[in-house]
């Protein structure tokens, strides 16, 4: 299935392209601004060698706002045939609309494929054209018959946005680490409780005790054989829980192409043979974890190379924020504070739409109330500011 898109006749039209080969890169990265996850290179990247593509149930539908021919606003949609890798989960809202014979796909999606970062998905340097958007994505979602719309893990303006369009919100939560000037890790470890520093302390001890060293590697220094011993670490992860994984190969030698800037690899070696990798994508102020994975089991192995060492990294370089990922309330013994994250939707049938908006009445106080538990458990003697 490929959705269409009306014409209309006003100082702004749309259009919706199928591969981001032919958009501008300059033109959009200048409405994506620092955020590397939704910069041309790293969804080009996606689509070039397939991971997001119809194949694999993510056809892309760039959609164009143009004013007096320049590109003004874009927005990443994709129509889905499932609901795998939006770590945000409607499968029980799919079974609803399954029950009672209605299809729940395909559905449109806007957000950055197997990625749960919170970031623009209305790219825009204005809030009206940001409603313009999200309101002609409702109605192709409309035009074409789709079941529904929707956002995941939106910025706040483009929340602004999207509630006056009419969308429905869904709250949850993740888990970030925030720069409090410190100038060495003994600075941070010297914030938390003495209970989480020691155990901290002893997680760490025990991959020195394994004589498990680490090295940062950031863009040309990531060669091909560290690339490749991080893509068979990436993939022995995702074959452990029984799963292929979304990414290929060639999707991360794409990225170092073009994006070798903004990785960060953190390589855990043992008697100096490599034995796991992380890699992270780092913008100016935000290292943002995303892989991992590893050959050899160590203890604490897993927290020191995704976690400990991106603080540190954090540190070193007068990074603001280390983003962790998704879910993962163990995150919160190693300084890592609850953060509220959302999705935002649009559902077709008023008649599902009413009953998503019960729904999320009694989800959203819920999930509310976990984050204040959460906080109530802070690992620091006080509260960062």
């Known amino acids: 299935m490929t959705v269409s898109n009306k014409a209309i006749a006003l100082s702004h039209t749309f259009s919706l392209v199928h591969h981001l080969k032919d958009i501008n890169a300059e033109q ?185 060293r680490f090295r940062w590697l950031q863009g040309d220094d990531i060669d091909d054989d560290m690339l490749r011993f991080f893509y068979r670490c990436y993939h022995q992860t995702y074959i452990e829980h029984g799963n292929a994984p979304y990414l290929s190969h060639e999707f991360f030698i794409q990225l170092r192409l073009t994006m070798a800037a903004n990785m960060v690899l953190v390589v855990a070696e043992q008697d100096g043979v490599p034995i796991a990798c992380a890699l992270n994508i780092r913008s100016q102020k935000t290292l943002y974890g995303r892989y991992w994975g590893s050959t050899r089991f160590v203890p604490g192995l897993h927290f020191e190379t995704c976690y400990m060492q991106a603080i540190e990294f954090c540190i070193a370089h007068d990074l603001a924020v280390f983003e962790g990922g998704a879910q993962g309330e163990h995150k919160l013994s190693r300084g890592m504070l609850p953060v509220q994250t959302c999705s935002a939707h649009w559902i077709c049938d008023q008649r599902y739409a009413q009953a998503i908006m019960d729904f999320l009445a009694h989800e959203t106080p819920a999930v509310q109330a976990y984050i204040s538990e959460l906080q109530e458990h802070s690992p620091f003697k006080k509260p960062p500011q």
């Not at 890798?85 to 014979?101: C, K, P, T």
């Not at 729940?104 to 209305?122: D, M």
């Not at 006056?164 to 680490?177: D, I």
């Open 28 to 212: 959009w990265n200048r409405l994506a601004g620092d955020h590397p996850l939704v910069r041309h290179e790293f969804l080009l990247a996606l689509d070039r060698t397939g991971c997001a593509a119809p194949q694999t149930g993510w056809a892309p539908h760039y959609l164009l706002l143009y004013r007096d021919e320049a590109l003004q606003g874009a927005m990443p949609l994709y129509l889905k045939s499932h609901s795998r890798g939006e770590y945000v989960f409607d499968y029980a809202w799919a079974q609803a609309f399954e029950r009672h014979g209605l299809p729940y796909y395909p559905k449109l999606l806007s957000a950055v494929p197997f990625t749960p970062v919170p970031g623009p998905r209305l790219l825009a340097a204005s809030h009206a054209d940001r409603v313009l958007l999200a309101r002609k994505a409702i109605e192709i979602t409309q035009d074409n018959g789709i079941s529904s719309l929707h956002i995941l893990f939106p910025s706040h303006d483009d929340q602004q946005a999207l509630r006056e369009a009419g969308f429905l919100f869904r709250e949850n939560v993740q888990f970030h680490w925030f720069n409090q000037g410190y100038r060495h890790l003994d600075d941070f470890l010297a914030s938390l409780s003495q209970q989480k520093r020691k155990k901290i302390k002893q997680d760490r001890k025990k991959a020195a005790q394994a004589d498990v």
